[in-house]
């Protein structure tokens, strides 16, 4: 479990950057943060922090490939797998 500090820190800077996508890996628990305009961050945690952290990012998710779970900024827009 993530120090609560540390969880507090991810959710502050996914709220204040605008984040384009978030994508959850099932192997090795990774959650890839991609901004829109900074250096993505590679995070570690579980499906259902992903999750909350995609939500006050205010992302929606978005069908993917098996084992890894993907959040998007903008729906409509994207096209991948």
Same mark, same amino acid.
């Given at each position: #479990?993530?120090?609560?500090?540390?969880?507090?820190?991810?959710?502050?800077?996914?709220? =204040?950057? =605008?984040?384009?996508? #978030?994508? %959850?890996?099932?192997?090795?628990?990774?959650?890839?943060?991609?901004?829109?305009?900074? =250096?993505?961050?590679?995070?570690?945690?579980? =499906? #259902?922090?992903?999750?909350?952290?995609?939500?006050?990012?205010?992302?929606?998710?978005?069908?993917?490939?098996?084992?890894?779970?993907? %959040?998007?900024?903008?729906?409509?827009? %994207?096209?991948?797998?």
């Amino acid at each position: #479990m993530l120090d609560p500090r540390v969880r507090e820190a991810h959710a502050t800077k996914v709220v =204040e950057q =605008e984040v384009a996508c #978030m994508v %959850w890996h099932a192997v090795g628990h990774h959650i890839d943060v991609i901004y829109v305009a900074s =250096e993505p961050d590679r995070l570690t945690g579980t =499906e #259902m922090y992903a999750a909350e952290l995609a939500l006050a990012a205010q992302l929606r998710m978005v069908p993917t490939s098996d084992g890894t779970v993907r %959040w998007v900024q903008d729906p409509d827009t %994207w096209h991948g797998v």
